[in-house]
């Protein structure tokens, strides 16, 4: 965690090994700032955890901590695959957040389309690595092509 927040000035190798009192502060300081990140996430029982120790939902939602805070860009693939139901709230309620605070441009590649539909503002549909629509969630929930390709029928006159 303390790395991803120290982004690419991480300090001086050789203070760090020496213990110079700069280090040290410095390390405490990103001790600080990584613990007070994963409170605000609700992933505080997790502090003193490896990280590769949590089950994946939790894993998931570590990993987008460990980027930075704020990161400038996540790009996630399938972050909602293989989740539990809660899960996928829990990595929801951490993504919506981020977003609705100014964090970063989010971009996903998923196919739980509970989960884009709540979370994205633009959606852009891809069939056979084809761009076959692009818009709002509610645009693309209504569009003729994106039916066809991922329900194999065109969509039905209201009556």
Do not use: K, N
Not at 113 to 131: E, H, N, P, Q, S
Not at 144 to 157: N, S
């Amino acid at each position: 965690m303390a790395v991803g927040l120290a982004g690419p000035r991480l300090g001086s190798l050789v203070a760090a090994l020496c213990g110079m009192p700069a280090a040290r502060r410095r390390e405490r300081e990103l001790a600080g700032a990584a613990r007070a990140l994963l409170a605000e996430l609700d992933l505080a029982s997790l502090i003193d955890t490896p990280a590769d120790s949590p089950a994946a939902g939790l894993r998931r939602r570590v990993e987008i901590a460990r980027a930075g805070h704020p990161p400038r860009l996540l790009l996630m693939d399938e972050p909602a695959a293989g989740l539990t139901p809660a899960e996928v709230a829990a990595l929801d309620a951490q993504l919506t957040r981020l977003r609705d605070a100014g964090g970063p441009a989010l971009v996903l590649v998923e196919h739980h389309m509970d989960f884009v539909m709540a979370l994205a503002d633009r959606i852009t549909v891809l069939d056979g690595g084809r761009v076959i629509a692009r818009g709002s969630p509610a645009a693309i929930q209504r569009d003729a092509a994106v039916i066809e390709a991922y329900l194999g029928a065109a969509p039905q006159a209201a009556s």
